[in-house]
């Protein structure tokens, strides 16, 4: 069982931030054309940085546009290694700065993420079914969102058939602890893609289509969403 893999390649990190950028902005379009709403789950990492410099300047209501999170980690929002931070400071600006943001992160229970999970699953949940944009990185390790391999976690998030919209998940190479939307909810996406850069992610990948076993082959070994694939070396 493999999925559908569309692959967009680029000569360079630039023309890909503004191809996929325009890509995203007009599937988000068609969603307010559709149903008056859009909902859009970005990743965090340091790659979605130029992307984001594109996105949020395409001429589309964002005013109806919900942008969520497909992981995060369990940090406030002033440290450098929130992802609401990163949205914060590189999407929510110029078109974009009317969108709203339903973070993952929950100030209330920050010294305990499991304690949260009920409040975010609910929030996440509240955006309804199917997510019409998610946008999935990869690590250096085959992770993306926040299934890491040996995760504590990571059976849960990856079983097909799991009806939470959120898992914590800790692990040796994630840092803080983190939560992440799990692979059903990944999955259950209007448009879902892979935005990986470099010849290293490109090799890993290709791994990953193999058969080695690494976190994203999760994503990869399903027939239900094909995948985008966005690369540039
Ligand atoms: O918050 C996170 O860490 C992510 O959502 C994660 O899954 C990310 O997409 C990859 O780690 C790639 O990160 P880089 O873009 O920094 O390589």
């Known amino acids: ?36 709403k859009a909902t ?7 790659t979605p940085k130029q992307m984001f410099a594109v996105l949020c300047e395409q001429e589309i209501d964002w005013s109806k546009v919900t942008i969520t999170l497909v992981d995060e980690r369990w940090v406030d929002t002033d440290s450098d290694r929130s992802n ?28 305990d993420v499991d304690a949260a999970l009920g409040a975010v699953g609910k929030r996440i949940d509240d955006l309804g079914r199917p ?24 059976a849960e998030a990856l079983d097909p058939n799991g009806t939470k919209a959120v898992v914590s ?18 999955l259950d996406a209007g448009k879902l893609y892979l935005h990986i850069e470099g010849d290293d ?9 193999a058969g080695e076993d690494l976190p994203i082959r999760a994503v990869l070994a399903q027939d ?9 070396p």
């Open 1 to 36: 069982m493999n999925a559908k893999l569309i692959r967009n390649e680029y000569a360079d990190k630039l023309t890909l931030a503004d191809k996929l950028a325009r890509d995203i902005a007009s599937k988000l379009d068609a969603a307010i054309k559709a149903r008056g």
């Open 40 to 46: 859009l789950a970005v990743s965090g990492g340091g």
């Open 84 to 111: 609401a931070r990163l949205v914060a400071e590189h999407l929510l600006h110029h078109e974009a700065h009317t969108a709203r943001f339903v973070p993952l992160f929950d100030r209330e229970h920050k010294d």
């Open 131 to 154: 997510l019409d944009v998610v946008i999935l990185g990869m690590g250096p390790d085959g992770h993306t969102a926040s299934f890491f391999p040996g995760g504590d976690h990571l």
């Open 169 to 186: 998940m800790r692990a040796g190479g994630a840092g803080e602890p983190r939560i992440t939307l799990t692979l059903p909810r990944v």
């Open 201 to 209: 992610k490109k090799a890993l990948l290709a791994k990953a289509e």
């Open 224 to 232: 239900r969403t094909p995948v985008h694939v966005f690369w540039a």
